[in-house]
């Protein structure tokens, strides 16, 4: 089946430090990524959308400036937290969908703890 | 933005039990889904809906998309203690790619 995997699975970071996650499509190739924030007993809340090759399509009130998102190949989106902030932790995780997939088909990856200290 | 409504926010069940959760909105959808996410994990897709009335069901899993659209249910049969963890809801709108997720319903079972 369909894998997504994300690196790191946790980092601690000093406020500050910026940080860079990656979420790999392993046996498909992922035209549309999707990255989600969730904090503690919430919900996933949509951050943004990547399509390969062009510029992420960012969620109101997510600053596409302070979160960087790269989706360079069909296989490969990073996102980037620049000078984070303990109010940036938070647990972070992606999404892909297929080429040719039906629209609801998103796999997820396993998520990435970030502490900011 | 989008908004569902889900409930009951958490329970706790005897193993054995069912359990039953739900989900509305104010607004009409195509696509409605059913993920659990386990603690430190990324959500997994349990029952995916695509048409009014639609009843699917999945081993112990029984999910419906109503009929107006606007509301989805799941119901979990004879509990076991795997079945731990958070249910939530998504809806995909037409011709949208982007999932959108209730508060989930957080299922606690009691061996």
């Known amino acids: 089946g369909a894998v997504v995997s994300q690196h790191p699975s946790r980092v601690i970071c000093k406020s500050g430090t910026s940080v860079k996650i990656e979420c790999r499509s392993l046996?498909?190739?992922?035209?549309?990524m999707f990255w989600y924030r969730q904090f503690p007993k919430q919900s996933l809340m949509l951050m943004a959308t990547?399509?390969?090759?062009?510029?992420?399509?960012?969620e109101q009130g997510v600053e596409k400036d302070k979160f960087l998102i790269n989706h360079a190949s069909l296989t490969l989106s990073t996102l980037t937290v620049t000078s984070a902030h303990p109010e940036d932790s938070s647990f972070y995780i992606c999404?892909?969908?297929?080429?040719?997939?039906?629209?609801?088909?998103?796999?997820f990856g396993p998520g990435t703890r970030l502490t900011v200290l | 933005g989008q908004q569902l409504n889900q409930s009951p926010q958490s329970m706790f069940i005897q193993e054995g039990e069912d359990v039953s959760m739900n989900c509305t909105s104010s607004?009409?959808?195509?696509?409605w889904l059913w993920y659990k996410q386990d603690p430190g994990e990324g959500p997994v897709l349990l029952i995916a809906?695509?048409?009014?009335?639609e009843l699917t069901s999945n081993g112990r899993l029984t999910a419906q998309f109503g009929i107006t659209r606007k509301d989805s249910f799941l119901n979990i049969s004879a509990s076991i203690p795997s079945d731990v963890g958070i249910y939530f809801c998504?809806?995909?709108?037409?011709?949208?790619?982007?999932?959108?997720f209730g508060k989930g319903t957080k299922l606690s079972v009691i061996p």
């Open positions: 999404s892909a969908r297929g080429q040719g997939a039906v629209s609801y088909t998103q796999y």
């Open positions: 046996d498909f190739q992922a035209t549309t």
């Open positions: 990547s399509n390969e090759g062009s510029k992420a399509t960012y």
């Open positions: 607004s009409i959808f195509n696509t």
């Open positions: 809906l695509y048409k009014a009335g």
């Open positions: 998504a809806v995909a709108g037409a011709g949208s790619y982007q999932l959108t």
